[in-house]
């Protein structure tokens, strides 16, 4: 077995919100009962939106699950979200699908990325930290979340649904493996579990610079994204937080700043990893 045998399960698309749809794929962990979500989203509407293009591995699934909701010549804007594999890894074959579509994106993502994709330079819109796009019956803003790992990142707040695309924020695993039925909402997972697998995710792939934020500071900014009054958060790596959750996943990611994360994995775990996939 190669790292690229780790069994994945496809989960159809699951509606969020009118016309929002949440596009998943759940990656199995090795050696361990857990699984990663690995999601973007399409919003469908006047001029619709494919937020992030999902990864190469699954490249197949993905293109049927979103040209499943819109037409490829209907698609107005790609919002990419920043420069992470998983999040890119179907730009080029969106882009070409798309002809009518507008790439969203930022000056960043574009220095940081155009070794690895030419960008199309005049279908491209440049959207900063707290600007705003007019997508016909709906107005999209561009709003970082509070931890990241690109300084690309920009999330993307639908003001008509209140849904909050928060890129990798948020994120943690869930109870899963070949077998495992997966959860639907974070009202499913052990509170337990779930404020352990933002703390390791928060800290350990994401922002490790949290430990040298000042706490104070940290929870204001929280709370300032948190004040455009969310209905429903989808990420990345996370089940749909929805109803009384948002808050709770507020006030827990407010709190990740001087937080004591579980140990990294290292090597004697890689070694196992090893172990487990045969010795190859």
Known sequence: MSILDIPTLHQPPKKVAPGTFLIQDIQHALGAPLSVYLNSAVIQGAEPVIVDTGSARNRDQWLQDV?????PEDVRWVFLTHDDSDHTGNLSQVMDACPNAMLVCSWTLVERFSNAYEFPLRRCRWL???ESLDAGDRTLVALRPPVYDSPATRGLLDTS???????????????????VTPIDTVADLDPEAWWGGMVMFGIHALSPWLSMVDATRYAACVKKVQAHGMSTIISGHSPVIDGPRVAQAFEMMGRLAGSEPPPCPDQTVLDMM???MGGE
């Open 67 to 71: 040209f499943g909701l819109v037409e």
């Open 128 to 130: 900063n930290d707290g």
């Open 161 to 179: 649904t209140g849904v909050y695309w928060a890129a990798d924020a948020f994120a943690s695993p869930v109870p899963g493996g070949p077998g």
């Open 274 to 276: 090893v172990a487990a």
